[in-house]
């Protein structure tokens, strides 16, 4: 244990998702050594993406205005919407190259034991905007572990009676891996193989 300043710092770097106490006491004696212009900037970096990044109005994907990118794209389909779980696996596809429609970001996937369940994610905006007639098909993107196919099985059975093709994407995922670690060949090819739910 350390005193003071060096010590808070430890404490809210082990806040951090994946950063353990090492970690942390790692990175704040780096931070501690390293020039004063690159800890400006990373404070700087910090302090802006708080007062600058919300999330989009439309599909929840982060951006630094009312709407994000994809969703100001006129180029891009809006028959066609991919429901993801996180703005991080937005990333993901967009890298593959092979999507060209709309996303929906849910925040998150239904997670009984951590206490989320469908009330806690934007479903309810999903459905809002599936009720609008433009949407023909519906990807289901979550992660290929236990909670993002609850969450894929809900969201099938919601939206089926709607008449949307549903569609899920296709092996080549690992199971309970997450979509961000996927590299681009195997997310094309689960994308291009995507099957009806």
Do not use: W
């Amino acid at each position: 244990m350390y005193e003071g300043a060096i010590q808070d710092l430890i404490d809210e770097l082990g806040r951090l998702p994946g950063v353990g106490p090492k970690s942390a006491q790692r990175i704040a004696f780096h931070v501690l050594s390293a020039d004063p212009a690159d800890v400006t900037r990373l404070a700087t970096a910090l302090r802006r993406v708080k007062e600058l990044v919300r999330f989009c109005t439309v599909c929840y994907n982060v951006a630094e205005s009312e709407q994000c990118r994809v969703c100001r794209d006129p180029r891009r389909t809006e028959e066609v919407l991919c429901v993801v779980e996180e703005p991080k696996d937005v990333v993901a596809i967009e890298r593959t190259g092979e999507f060209r429609g709309r996303y929906h970001v849910l925040g998150g996937a239904i997670n009984p034991l951590e206490g989320v369940g469908p009330d806690n994610l934007r479903i309810r905006e999903l459905l809002g905007r599936l009720g609008t007639g433009t949407v023909r098909e519906l990807i289901l993107a979550t992660d290929p572990n236990t909670e993002g196919e609850a969450t894929a099985t809900y969201l099938a059975l919601m939206v089926k009676p709607m008449g949307i093709s549903v569609t899920r994407l296709a092996s080549g995922l690992p199971v309970g891996g997450d979509l961000e670690y996927a590299d681009e060949i195997t997310l094309g090819r689960a994308f291009e193989g995507r099957r009806a739910v």
